[in-house]
C-alpha cells in the first residue's frame, strides 16, 4: 500500500533540524568565547588546591574591606579624610589622632561623602592592603604562585552588602607540572554600612534645613530659671528688683552648666523610625509640677499661673522627637547623639563686661521696686557626635556637626532682625521717658551719600519702643545754621543690643543693633536705600505655537506681581487693577543698581465664580541698573498666557512648565 507524506510534516522536520543547527553554533561560539573559564574551570575542578588559592584570595578580600569598612564608619565614611576640610577643629577628637570623626558641616559647607567618593576610597584601600594578608601565597606551600601584572578592585556599596571584584592575573604551578592562570576574583560580604550612611544622612539634613540642635539648645536656656534643681541663666525678660542681682561667669559658672545641660538633654534626642538609646522603664520618668503662665500683662511678665503636670518623659518626646522624611526605612537602627565635656564650647554673652554676665537696672521705679532687663545675646559654638548601630551588625557609624548660635539665632539659618507691633503700656512710656544718654543721629542716603532731613527715628527694648523723633536742620532763632546737616539729638533709655530704626517715605527702613549704656558712645550714621515709585503697566502676551498678540489685561482678569532682591532684603508687590492698598503704597524698586526675582500671576474668574492661574511670567536674576530707573514713570510687566484658554490648574501647570519657565526671560521688565 502506498503511504503519502504530508508537506507539513517535512516542513516542521526541517525546522527542528535548523533549531538545532542554531543552538549548536551558539554553543561552539560560546565555548570559543569562554574556552579560557571552562578550562580553568575544569582545571580547578580536577586541583583542589586551586579551590584553596581561590578561596584565600577571597578571604583577605573579605577580611581587608571588612578592616576598611569599620575604620570609614568611625570616620563619618571617609578613609581618607576630606583634603579641603583641613581645619583641625573641624573632627573630632581634632588631629593627628589615629580615629576622627569629621564634621559633615563646617562654615557654611557640607562634608558629606558622596557614594563614589566612598566606592572609589575603598577600592583604593583594599588594592593597597590586601597584598599585606595574601603575603605573596606563602602559605599554599604546594603551589608556586605568581602575580604578572597591575591588580585592581572594585567596591560596589548595597544597603546590605558590598560586592567585590577583584583583577589580577595569578600564574599558578601545580606539583604534576601542570599551570592555570586565574585572573578575576569576586565575592561579597553582609555589611549595613550604606544602610547607615543613608541613615546618618537623614539627620545630617534635617539639621541643616531646620537647624534642631540650636533650637533645642536655645530652650535649654531659655527655661532655665533656677526653678527646682535648674540652674539659672540670663536670658530675656523682667525682673522686679533693684540691685546688683545676680552674676555669673561665662567660663566658670555659664559653659559647664550649659555642658551638663547639653548632654543630659540629648541624650534623649530621637528619630522617629529609628530605635532609641535610651529605654524609658530604664530612666527617671517622675511626674513633676510645673507652675504655667495662662495669662500674660502688657508689659509681657505673668499675670496669673497655673500648676500642671506630667511625665518628664511627655516633654522629651514631644519637643526631642524628631521627624525624618525617610525615618520608617530605618527601623533596624539605634541613634545615639553623644556630647563630652572634653568637646570644645565657645560661649559668648552679650551683654557682659569680660568674663562677667548680669541683668541690669532700667531705674524705673514701680510699687517701690525697680525693673531689671534680662536682654541677652548668646553666641554659642560647640559639637556634637552622632553614632549609629544596626540590627545584626558590629559597625558603628559616626559624624559630627558643629551647633552654631549667633545672637540666639542659629547660623545655619539667616534670621535679619527687623521691628516688630506692639501695644504699648504706661510703663512702656515712663522707660522712654527716662532718656539719660545722649546721642546724635544722623541718616545718609545710602547712593548719594547725602544726609537725609525728615527721617523718623525709634528705638526698641524688649517690648519697649520709643519714639525718638527726626532728623532736621540745626536752628538758631528760628532759621537753619549756614553748612549744617540734619541730625536728632536726643536721649535714649539704657539698653543693651536693642534696636535702632529709621524711616522715611521713599526708602526702604533701615534697622541698627545698638547698645546703649555707659560704656557705648559712638553712634554710626544710619544708611537708608533710596526708592523709585513707579507706575505698572501689564501687557498680556498671549501665546499661540509661534505666534503671539499683545493686548491688556480683560475685565475678569487681574495680575498680582512680586519683586525681591536678595541683596538688599527688599520685597515688593502690586495687584492689577489697583485697590484702595495699591493706591495707598504704590510700587517701588531701589533706585541704584540691583538684581531682582520676579514672579507674576494672571488670574482669571471662572464660571463659577473662584479666581484661577492662567498666565504668569517668572524671571531670576533679573539686573536692573540706576540709570534705567532715575527717571523712569512707568515699568511695563508682560505676563504670558495661552491664547486656547487654561480651564484647570492641571493645564496651568503643565503651560507654566513647558512655556512661562522657558520663555519669560524674553519679555523682561521694560521703563518708560
Not at 541624650?267 to 495669662?295: A, P, T, W, Y
Not at 572634653?342 to 541683668?359: H, I, T, Y
Request: glycine content about 6%; proline content about 5%; charged content about 25%.
Amino acid at each position: 500500500m502506498r503511504h503519502l507524506q504530508k508537506r507539513g510534516s517535512r516542513k516542521g522536520s526541517v525546522t527542528i533540524y535548523i533549531i538545532i543547527g542554531i543552538i549548536i553554533l551558539i554553543v561552539g561560539s560560546l565555548g570559543i568565547v569562554y574556552k579560557d573559564d571552562i578550562k580553568q574551570a575544569f582545571t580547578e575542578a580536577l586541583n583542589p588546591e586551586a579551590k584553596d588559592l581561590r578561596l584565600f584570595v577571597e578571604t583577605c578580600l573579605a577580611q581587608t574591606t571588612e578592616d576598611a569598612l569599620r575604620l570609614a564608619a568611625l570616620q563619618g565614611g571617609y578613609l581618607e579624610l576630606p583634603s579641603n576640610l583641613n581645619d583641625a577643629f573641624a573632627y573630632l577628637p581634632p588631629p593627628p589622632a589615629a580615629v576622627t570623626t569629621p564634621y559633615w558641616w563646617f562654615r557654611g559647607r557640607s562634608y558629606v561623602p558622596q557614594k563614589e567618593l566612598m566606592q572609589r576610597q575603598f577600592s583604593d584601600y583594599v588594592n593597597d592592603n590586601v597584598a599585606s594578608c595574601l603575603n605573596n601565597f606563602e602559605s599554599l606551600e604546594r603551589l608556586e604562585v605568581a602575580q604578572d601584572e597591575e591588580s585592581s578592585v572594585e567596591i560596589i556599596l548595597n544597603p546590605q552588602s558590598v560586592d567585590i571584584v577583584y583583577t589580577s592575573p595569578i600564574t599558578v604551578n601545580f606539583p604534576d607540572g601542570k599551570e592555570l592562570r586565574l585572573s578575576s576574583f569576586k565575592t561579597d560580604l553582609e555589611s549595613k554600612f550604606f544602610h547607615l550612611y543613608e541613615a546618618a544622612k537623614q539627620i545630617m539634613e534635617k539639621e541643616n534645613q531646620e537647624a534642631f540642635l540650636e533650637d533645642l539648645t536655645i530652650d535649654m536656656i531659655a527655661t532655665a530659671d533656677g526653678a527646682g534643681d535648674s540652674p539659672h541663666f540670663p536670658f530675656e525678660g523682667f525682673d522686679v528688683r533693684c540691685g546688683r542681682g545676680e552674676v555669673w561667669s561665662e567660663q566658670t559658672q555659664l559653659v559647664p552648666q550649659l555642658q551638663r545641660m547639653v548632654k543630659s538633654n540629648l541624650h534623649f534626642l530621637s528619630f522617629d523610625g529609628m530605635q532609641k538609646d535610651f529605654d524609658i522603664n530604664q530612666e527617671d520618668n517622675r511626674v513633676i509640677n510645673l507652675d504655667v503662665c495662662v495669662e500674660e500683662k502688657e508689659d509681657g511678665t505673668c499675670k496669673r499661673t497655673e500648676v500642671r503636670s506630667g511625665k518628664l518623659f511627655d516633654y522629651y518626646q514631644n519637643f526631642y522627637n524628631i521627624q525624618l522624611e525617610r525615618g520608617d526605612e530605618f527601623s533596624d537602627i539605634r541613634v545615639s547623639t553623644q556630647y563630652d565635656e572634653s568637646f570644645p564650647m565657645d560661649l559668648d554673652v552679650d551683654p557682659s563686661r569680660g568674663d562677667m554676665v548680669r541683668g541690669f537696672d532700667l531705674d524705673i521705679p514701680i510699687l517701690g521696686s525697680c525693673i531689671k532687663v534680662y536682654h541677652h545675646r548668646y553666641d554659642i559654638e560647640y559639637a556634637i557626635l552622632f553614632q549609629l548601630e544596626a540590627d545584626n551588625d558590629p559597625l558603628v557609624f559616626a559624624f559630627a556637626t558643629p551647633v552654631l548660635i549667633e545672637k540666639n539665632n542659629a547660623r545655619r539659618q539667616l534670621s535679619p532682625y527687623a521691628l516688630s507691633d506692639y501695644f504699648y503700656s504706661p510703663d512702656a512710656e515712663q522707660y522712654c521717658e527716662n532718656a539719660l544718654f545722649q546721642r546724635d543721629i544722623f541718616v545718609k542716603d545710602s547712593v548719594s551719600g547725602e544726609e537725609i532731613e525728615g527721617a523718623t527715628v525709634n528705638y526698641q527694648c524688649v517690648k519697649f519702643n520709643c519714639d525718638l523723633g527726626e532728623t532736621k536742620f540745626p536752628e538758631f532763632q528760628g532759621l537753619p545754621i549756614p553748612g549744617s546737616v540734619p541730625v536728632l539729638r536726643t536721649g535714649f533709655p539704657e539698653c543693651v543690643n536693642g534696636f535702632l530704626g529709621v524711616e522715611k517715605e521713599g526708602y526702604i527702613p533701615s534697622v541698627l543693633q545698638y547698645t546703649v549704656n555707659e560704656q557705648s558712645f559712638t553712634l554710626p550714621a544710619m544708611e537708608m536705600t533710596p526708592l523709585r515709585t513707579l507706575k505698572v503697566a501689564i501687557t498680556v502676551v498671549e501665546t499661540s505655537g509661534n505666534n503671539i498678540l499683545l493686548r491688556s489685561p480683560r475685565d475678569d482678569e487681574s495680575v498680582y506681581l512680586t519683586v525681591f532682591s536678595n541683596d538688599n532684603d527688599y520685597e515688593d508687590s502690586f495687584l492689577y487693577p489697583e485697590n484702595e492698598f495699591s493706591r495707598n503704597n504704590p510700587f517701588e524698586l531701589i533706585l541704584d543698581d540691583s538684581v531682582y526675582d520676579i514672579d507674576v500671576k494672571l488670574l482669571r474668574e471662572s464660571d463659577v465664580g473662584s479666581a484661577i492661574p492662567v498666565g504668569g511670567l517668572t524671571i531670576g536674576g533679573w539686573t536692573v541698573s540706576k540709570s534705567q530707573i532715575d527717571g523712569a514713570d512707568v515699568i511695563r510687566i508682560y505676563v504670558l498666557t495661552p491664547a486656547s484658554g487654561i480651564i484647570d490648574v492641571e493645564q496651568f501647570v503643565d503651560y507654566w512648565q513647558n512655556v512661562i519657565a522657558v520663555q519669560s526671560a524674553s519679555y523682561q521688565p521694560t521703563f518708560s
